[in-house]
C-alpha cells in the first residue's frame, strides 16, 4: 500500500505542512518530531528532501529544551535529508548525535536508523572502515528487531564496501545473504540493487558474462 499512502499524504500535504507550522509556533515538541519522524519516508521518496530538512532544523533552533527523544528523531531526520541532498559533511555530525542520543535512550530502532544512515554517509566520504562497522552493527540490530527488509538493504551497501576495500570473498558472503532476506521479505526493490552489487563482484573478478 506504499504507493497510495505517499499519494494520499501529497494530496494532504498542506494540511501536513499547516500542522506543522501549528506546532511550531505553539512549542509543540512532540508533535513537531513525531511529524517529521513518520514524514520522512515521504519526503525522501516525493523529494521533499529540503523542506524536510527544513521544518527540522528549524524545530532544532527553535528548542533549546527538546527532551533527549524528540531531538534524537529531529537530528536524525535533518541528517537523512542532508543525505539526500548529497550535504554529507552536513549530515555526518547530525547522525552521529541522534545516533549517540539513541543508544542513551536504549532505543534499537532509532540507534539501526541512525547507524544505518551514518553508514551510508561514511561510505559517500570515503571513510570504509567506519561505514563498514556502522553498517554491520545496523545489520545485527535490525535482525535482532525483526526488521529484515532494512537489514537486506544496507547488506548490500556494506558488500560494496568490502569490495571497494577489495575483499571479495566477504563481499560474496554478503551481498548472497542480503540477496536471500531481500527475496525473503519480498522486496523486489532491494533484490535489484543487490544484483547490481553481485555484477559488480562478478567483473572484478573478471566474470563478465556472469556480471
Known amino acids: 500500500g506504499q504507493e497510495m499512502w505517499l499519494e494520499r ?56 529544551a527538546m527532551p533527549a527523544s524528540a531531538r534524537a528523531k529531529a537530528l536524525f531526520v535533518s541528517g537523512n535529508m542532508a543525505m539526500a541532498q548529497a550535504d554529507f559533511q552536513s549530515a555526518k ?57 532494512n537489514a537486506a538493504g544496507l547488506l548490500s551497501f556494506l558488500a560494496g564496501a568490502r569490495l571497494d576495500q577489495g575483499d571479495h570473498s566477504r563481499a560474496k558472503r554478503l551481498v548472497e545473504r542480503g540477496l536471500a532476506l531481500s527475496r525473503e521479505a519480498g522486496h523486489s526493490r532491494g533484490s535489484s540493487i543487490i544484483l547490481y552489487v553481485l555484477a559488480r563482484l562478478a567483473h572484478a573478478e573478471g566474470y563478465h558474462e556472469q556480471a
Open 9 to 64: 499524504l501529497e494530496q494532504e500535504n498542506d494540511n501536513l505542512r499547516a500542522a506543522m507550522s501549528w506546532a511550531l509556533s505553539a512549542g509543540d515538541h512532540d508533535t513537531v518530531t513525531r511529524l517529521g519522524w513518520e514524514l520522512n519516508p515521504f519526503w525522501w521518496y516525493r523529494g521533499h528532501q529540503r523542506e524536510g530538512r527544513r521544518w527540522m532544523e528549524e524545530a532544532l533552533s527553535k528548542s533549546a
Open 93 to 149: 555530525p547530525l547522525l552521529e548525535e541522534s545516533l549517540s542520543l539513541f543508544r542513551e535512550l536504549k532505543d534499537k530502532g532509532g540507534t539501526a536508523f541512525a547507524l544505518g544512515s551514518a553508514g551510508l554517509v561514511a561510505l559517500n566520504l570515503k571513510q570504509h572502515e567506519r561505514a563498514v562497522i556502522y553498517l554491520e552493527e545496523a545489520v545485527d540490530l535490525y535482525l535482532e528487531i525483526g526488521v529484515k527488509l
